[in-house]
């Protein structure tokens, strides 16, 4: 094993960020997917192994599987296309089992008023959430200032409430755990 060159600091990022990088495809990509996305993105890792960032190599891993998803939900919507153009039916349509399993009936309130955000506050509540990152974690991944990460999360959060009380009003009984997390 190497001990020292690209292929010692590679081993690190992957040792100390694997699983971090595979819960955020975990939540974000059906599971027969997430093994492929994960391989992606450290295979882009190695691939740019030099601009790898000396500190917060997590957020860094995160835009690149960020990219990496939206490349694979525009594969999927493109084999929907096509099944759909020679009528084949789509067998993934339907949750998996650990989909049902995982998400309980107070997430779904949750989950259904995050859905009902633009796509760009839900992944913002996601990092901050779901992945426990920092704003300046955030900020970095983004490519943006902190003060921005600052004034979306506000928006996004906002935007939440308003969605989850209208839930509420149908639905009571709903939780609001996710909307805690994450550090300052």
Known sequence: ???SGPEARF???FEQNHE???RYCVRRLPWP????AVADVFLVAWRRIDEVPDTQELPWLYGIAKNVIRNAHRSRRRQEALRRRVGVQDRMSEPSAEV?????FDERAILDALATLRHSDQEILRLRCWEQLG???IAVMLGV?????DMRINRARRQLERSLAR???QRPGASRTVLEGGER
């Open 1 to 3: 094993m190497p001990t």
């Open 11 to 13: 081993d690190l990022i």
């Open 20 to 22: 971090a990088v595979q």
């Open 33 to 36: 997917e997430v093994n492929d």
């Open 100 to 104: 049902h399993v995982v998400r309980s």
């Open 135 to 137: 704003n300046g974690d």
């Open 145 to 149: 200032s902190t003060h921005a990460v």
């Open 167 to 169: 839930i509420d009003a």
